[in-house]
């Protein structure tokens, strides 16, 4: 195996974990909703990052336990294989078709990855030059929102600094947002947030609790990762909830430790939407707050396939008034996040590429030679006419 090949396979051994882990979370999510409990914000957002770093850390396990078995580390019958799995089932009974099909099935994955790394023509060539267009794509779209985002920044008028951390003034930005260069963090603010010193102080309270979470360094993360992930849906589903989890974490964050009036904040959320929406119908392609890299207070861009910024608004205002949500101990959500854990080492394990020449293989494809060989014969014995 070469190790473009390789490198392929880990590619695609990390969609497919990406795609269960969304399953289980939103499986998760929606039961703890049927149950009427309703977890802490912070501790939802903490679980999604920690187990997206898991899911990229996944194939680096999958293989250390793969040597611990091949060196006889780890007893064989500990062995965790889905195309094994299925290779008992057939031989056992289990599953009723022509060895011949199941053993095309089993190989599927192998020959789709091998007719795009060798460019074979038709679907090969398709989906190779599908990958590397929309990796091109997306990439440059990176790079442009990157350099859109340092040029608003640089236009920005220097007001406060604390440390690594700088408030900038705008007359462009829509909406306060964060953002962070390779040494300091920045908080945006528009200009004319200067004449309401209550909604200022809001506004830098919930923006510095951003960079207190980390939500800038996780967006950036998630947006260099998109060129990779641009065609797998799971990717948008998982990356859609970390907006939503992070905007929902922060207003609950200031309004526990900053002891803020619940009221003000959601005007002050309000107004803030209301004057994006102005400044939006006055600004034809300029330069956009939200940008990539940069966290916002509150969207006032329309998007494709998402809820609309009145829809997150009103979520929002919403999940501020609610006051039963549960807190649990660290002990408890370790213990709660470990069957999540297992489901994605174990699916990072069961697809693996298994053993050419284990002996349940070597017995399929003695079935697969029996039946050609008696397809062969049953040629040979028809009748001529």
């Known amino acids: 195996m070469t190790p473009v090949s390789q490198v392929f396979d880990v590619y695609i051994d990390l969609n497919i974990t990406l795609a269960i882990a969304t399953l289980v979370w939103v499986s998760a999510k929606l039961m703890m909703a049927r149950f009427g409990n309703k977890l802490d914000f912070p501790v939802q957002l903490g679980l999604l990052n920690g187990l997206f770093a898991i899911i990229l850390l996944s194939p680096i396990a999958a293989a250390a ?53 060798t460019l074979a023509p038709g679907v090969g060539t398709g989906l190779a030059l599908g990958l590397l267009a929309g990796f091109a794509w997306f990439s440059g779209k990176l790079v442009t929102s990157f350099v859109r985002l340092y040029r608003m920044l640089a236009t920005c008028h220097d007001w406060r600094r604390n440390g690594r951390v700088r408030l900038l003034l705008s007359d462009h930005a829509l909406v306060p947002f964060s953002a962070r260069g390779l040494l300091n963090h920045y908080v945006v603010i528009p200009s004319d947030l200067l004449g309401e010193p209550e909604d200022l102080k809001l506004v830098v309270k919930h923006e510095l609790q951003h960079l207190r979470q980390g939500d800038v360094a996780w967006e950036i993360g998630l947006e260099l990762l998109r060129p990779l992930f641009f065609w797998n849906p799971f990717f948008y589903v998982w990356k859609s909830e970390v907006e939503r989890l992070r905007e929902l974490a922060c207003d609950q964050r200031v309004a526990e430790k900053a002891h803020v009036d619940l009221r003000s904040y959601c005007m002050c959320l309000l107004r803030a939407a209301q004057a994006g929406l102005r400044k939006r119908g006055h600004q034809t392609g300029g330069d956009r707050s939200n940008g990539i ?21 009103r979520r929002r205002v919403e999940a501020l008034l609610e006051t039963n949500r549960i807190r649990p101990h660290r002990g408890m959500t370790l213990l709660a996040v470990l069957p999540m854990i297992a489901v994605i080492f174990l699916t990072a394990l069961a697809i693996q590429k298994p053993s050419d020449w284990s002996q349940d293989r070597l017995m ?22």
Request: aromatic share 8%.
């Open 65 to 117: 336990y793969q040597y611990m078995l091949s060196q006889q580390m780890v007893p064989a019958i500990l062995s965790v294989n889905l195309a094994d799995y299925a290779v008992s089932q057939y031989l056992r009974g289990g599953i009723a078709i022509p060895a011949e099909d199941f053993q095309a099935l089993l190989g599927f994955r192998a020959r789709l990855s091998e007719s795009v790394l």
């Open 293 to 313: 890299a940069a966290v916002a207070l509150l969207e006032v861009q329309d998007r494709l396939l998402r809820r609309s910024p009145g829809q997150k608004l």
């Open 364 to 385: 399929l494809s003695a079935i697969v030679n029996l039946e050609r060989l008696e397809t062969i014969n049953s040629f040979g014995q028809q009748p001529l006419r």
